[in-house]
């Protein structure tokens, strides 16, 4: 719910409807906490059960995975499973809808979950890559999702079916530096933006956290929906601090 904080204030979700209405190029910056409702844990977060040991930027590294295949996929596969079985989050879905209706041009995400295109969104900038395929290292083979599991050898690594290389997920891991051409469309984006919508993300991450810079630098505004503080706070039109499904819930409502 969208609560009046003060007295003849006009509501936040009122305030970024207006924002949008008055945008002609509105793009959405999303991060982890998209999916946290989705129950997707933010990678960054300390987790529980048998990976709380583990640390994520030691094991989904390029040199782990060139190294120790077996090592890298004995965490990577797990993962796998159960990013695969989650849903879009209701924020998720809110983006898919203002896009729908005209008032979002493109979603950039952090997010490797495929959920923004699992929800409808269909203009969408995966700057770190999708767990939506696996490419081999030796040959041009693509594998989809689902196929992956059938890939794996005795050792627990996967090989192409075709030629035996090296399958590795279509994402980017730590080590690895970003995709040439999203990042150049992702600019792109942020650069035309009269309004750049970051939900779930602390912005902190490089080079996604330059994003919103080139927007302002435009002279564009930026909306954050982020619970907990980022370094562009003092910058936003507005900042809205509640859970994100809940307040682009409340936009959706005040758009009408
Ligand atoms: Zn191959």
Same mark, same amino acid.
């Given at each position: 719910?969208?609560?009046?904080?003060?007295?003849?204030?006009?509501?936040?979700?009122?305030?970024?409807?207006?924002?949008?209405?008055?945008?002609?190029?509105?793009?959405?910056?999303?991060?982890?906490?998209?999916?946290?409702?989705? $129950?997707?844990?933010?990678?960054?977060?300390?987790?529980?059960?048998?990976?709380?040991?583990?640390?994520?930027?030691?094991? #989904?590294?390029?040199?782990?995975?060139?190294?120790?295949?077996?090592?890298?996929?004995?965490?990577?596969?797990?993962?796998?499973?159960?990013?695969?079985?989650?849903?879009?989050?209701?924020?998720?879905?809110?983006?898919?809808?203002?896009?729908?209706?005209?008032?979002?041009?493109?979603?950039?995400?952090?997010?490797?979950?495929?959920? /923004?295109?699992?929800?409808?969104?269909?203009?969408?900038?995966?700057? /770190?890559?999708?767990?939506?395929?696996?490419?081999?290292?030796?040959?041009? #083979?693509?594998? $989809?999702?689902?196929?992956?599991? $059938?890939?794996?050898?005795?050792?627990?690594?996967?090989?192409?079916?075709?030629?035996?290389?090296?399958?590795?997920?279509?994402?980017?891991?730590?080590?690895?530096?970003?995709?040439?051409?999203?990042?150049?469309?992702?600019?792109?984006?942020?650069?035309? #933006?009269?309004?750049?919508?970051?939900?779930?993300?602390?912005?902190?991450? /490089?080079?996604?956290?330059?994003?919103?810079?080139?927007?302002?630098?435009?002279?564009?505004?930026?909306?954050?929906?982020?619970?907990?503080?980022?370094?562009?706070?003092?910058?936003?039109?507005?900042?809205? /601090?509640?859970?994100?499904?809940?307040?682009?819930?409340?936009?959706?409502?005040?758009?009408?």
């Amino acid at each position: 719910m969208a609560a009046r904080s003060e007295e003849g204030q006009v509501p936040a979700a009122e305030r970024l409807a207006s924002l949008i209405h008055e945008s002609q190029c509105t793009v959405a910056l999303t991060g982890a906490g998209v999916s946290v409702p989705s $129950g997707i844990p933010d990678f960054r977060t300390p987790e529980t059960g048998i990976w709380a040991n583990v640390d994520p930027m030691k094991v #989904a590294h390029i040199d782990v995975f060139k190294n120790d295949p077996a090592r890298f996929w004995s965490y990577y596969r797990p993962r796998f499973h159960s990013l695969g079985d989650k849903r879009p989050s209701g924020a998720h879905e809110a983006l898919a809808e203002l896009e729908r209706r005209g008032l979002l041009d493109a979603v950039i995400t952090q997010n490797i979950d495929r959920l /923004h295109r699992a929800a409808g969104s269909e203009n969408v900038v995966e700057v /770190h890559g999708s767990i939506e395929t696996s490419s081999c290292m030796s040959c041009t #083979a693509t594998y $989809g999702l689902d196929e992956v599991d $059938g890939l794996f050898n005795d050792e627990g690594i996967a090989e192409c079916s075709g030629c035996g290389g090296p399958v590795k997920p279509d994402v980017v891991l730590f080590g690895e530096l970003l995709p040439e051409s999203a990042m150049s469309r992702a600019q792109d984006l942020a650069e035309r #933006a009269d309004l750049m919508l970051c939900v779930g993300s602390s912005l902190v991450v /490089h080079p996604v956290a330059a994003l919103p810079q080139l927007a302002l630098g435009r002279g564009g505004h930026l909306a954050i929906v982020t619970k907990g503080a980022t370094p562009y706070d003092s910058q936003a039109t507005l900042k809205m /601090h509640g859970e994100v499904d809940e307040e682009l819930a409340a936009l959706l409502a005040a758009l009408g």
